[in-house]
């Protein structure tokens, strides 16, 4: 059973929702992001969302998008991030890590060479944001070998049609973009998500995470009433912007979120 697998079997058996924490790796220091992997575990996450920073994030928003340029103005490359993960191993064998980034980086490491670090350094899976199912075939091919499960987006757009063929070829989970829009979007209707998530649990068994629009332990609990995780991207990495100058406050902050969040999950009716 994989990390991932294994994860959402023992918060389902103890009804539980995951807290799945998104952060740009080498944001806002190349040294910090391993310890804030663990922050974010210590404080109730039970899978850690590392972002490779990337030059073009069009699905980002702003917050996300400055992110990306503070890694990269950092130094901070696709095998810097296989070495982060490296090291958060030595000391966490647990906890799923996924990366979540564009195909860009991917290919110019070569899809086999880029699944075969990944694996080595302890990743579970791999969202890769501009990469349709259609034609995805290559790289699920380079990803099942090593046991690197294939996230995929699905948004309120997606139809019949293409829901079967993510359903056929995903694994792991499915990330459901609860907005229209880019990352930091808000106006989320859980109604309407709560429509959506059911006609995706028609026609897959695969546990369902929600993202976008997650900002406050009140919105965080809503979703997780219908869904098996939430995602929380943009909220948690503007204060680690607001706080990059100093560090410890840095930490407390961002410590001090995601318990609120944790919380808000374990207290669902």
Same mark, same amino acid.
């Given at each position: 059973m994989s990390r991932i697998q294994a994860c959402f079997s023992a918060l389902q058996d103890n009804n539980k929702k995951a807290l799945i924490p998104f952060i740009t790796a080498g944001d806002p220091d190349p040294?910090?992001?391993?310890?804030?992997?663990h922050d974010l575990v210590s404080a109730g996450a039970n899978i850690i969302e590392l972002g490779i920073p990337f030059s073009d994030?069009?699905?980002?928003?702003?917050?996300?998008?400055?992110?990306s340029e503070r890694a990269l103005a950092n130094g901070t490359?696709?095998?810097?991030?296989?070495?982060? &993960? %490296?090291?958060?191993?030595q000391q966490d064998d647990t906890t799923p890590v996924i990366l979540m980034g564009y195909l860009n980086p991917i290919e110019i490491m070569g899809y086999e060479n880029f699944a075969d670090k990944?694996?080595?350094?302890? #990743?579970?899976?791999?969202?890769? #944001?501009?990469?349709?199912?259609?034609?995805?075939?290559?790289?699920?091919?380079?990803?099942?070998?090593?046991?690197?499960?294939?996230?995929?987006?699905?948004?309120?757009?997606?139809?019949?049609?293409?829901?079967?063929?993510?359903?056929?070829?995903?694994?792991?989970?499915?990330?459901?973009?609860?907005?229209?829009?880019?990352?930091?979007?808000?106006?989320?209707? #859980?109604?309407? &998500?709560?429509?959506?998530?059911n006609q995706i649990r028609s026609k897959t068994s695969l546990p369902l995470g929600v993202g976008f629009g997650i900002k406050d332990p009140q919105i965080a609990? %809503?979703?997780?009433?219908?869904?098996?995780? &939430? #995602?929380?991207?943009? %909220?948690? &990495?503007?204060?680690?912007?607001?706080?990059?100058?100093?560090?410890?406050?840095?930490?407390?902050?961002?410590? %001090?979120?995601?318990?609120?969040?944790?919380?808000?999950?374990?207290?669902i009716d």
């Open positions: 040294g910090l992001t391993v310890g804030l992997m994030p069009m699905a980002d928003g702003p917050v996300i998008q400055r992110a490359h696709t095998d810097d991030i296989f070495k982060m &993960v %490296a090291e958060f191993r990944a694996n080595k350094s302890g #990743v579970d899976g791999v969202l890769v #944001v501009d990469l349709p199912p259609e034609e995805s075939g290559d790289l699920n091919k380079a990803f099942k070998p090593k046991s690197l499960d294939q996230i995929y987006l699905l948004s309120p757009t997606t139809n019949d049609g293409r829901l079967d063929r993510i359903c056929e070829v995903a694994s792991g989970f499915l990330y459901y973009v609860s907005l229209k829009g880019v990352t930091g979007s808000d106006r989320l209707d #859980v109604d309407v &998500v709560a429509e959506k998530l609990g %809503a979703v997780g009433k219908i869904s098996d995780a &939430v #995602v929380i991207g943009s %909220a948690l &990495v503007e204060r680690i912007a607001e706080h990059a100058d100093e560090k410890e406050k840095m930490k407390l902050e961002v410590s %001090a979120f995601i318990r609120s969040l944790r919380e808000a999950l374990d207290n």
